[in-house]
């Protein structure tokens, strides 16, 4: 932080390190939603008995809508990676998209693939 209390850009460094957590992320996501896809195909060639209770049936549909809601929400993650590593390329990474100011640090590495600095995330909440 700057002695204004603004966030300043990130060094090279820096920017190893934010590549480095987000190409750990999607790793992480990649090897979670190919488990999620393998269970989906056991579950699949497991269920040929169809169970005929109602109850076991509204269970087993919630629980493929829950693997699919995850999937889905990995998968728009893994995207928000590639394009923050994108931003990287670019030198854009860290610069809010709304106001383009430099995105606080602490945002940065709790979301290393944020967008937008709090207040205009804050902003388009509303």
């Known amino acids: 932080m700057g002695s204004n209390g603004v966030a300043e850009g990130f060094t090279q460094d820096d920017l190893g390190r934010f590549e480095s957590l987000l190409l750990d992320r999607r790793r992480l996501l990649l090897r979670d939603l190919q488990t999620l896809e393998e269970g989906d195909s056991q579950n699949a060639s497991d269920s040929a008995p169809v169970s005929s209770h109602l109850a076991d ?30 931003r990287i390329r670019e030198g854009s990474f860290g610069r809010c998209e709304s106001c383009e100011k430099t995105i606080a640090r602490e945002r940065m590495e709790a979301i290393p693939y944020a967008r ?11």
């Open 57 to 86: 049936l509204g269970s087993d549909r919630e629980a493929s809508d829950i693997s699919l809601g995850r999937r889905e929400s990995e998968s728009t993650e893994i995207q928000e990676i590639d394009d923050a590593m994108e």
């Open 116 to 126: 937008l600095c709090l207040p205009c995330k804050t902003e388009e909440e509303l």
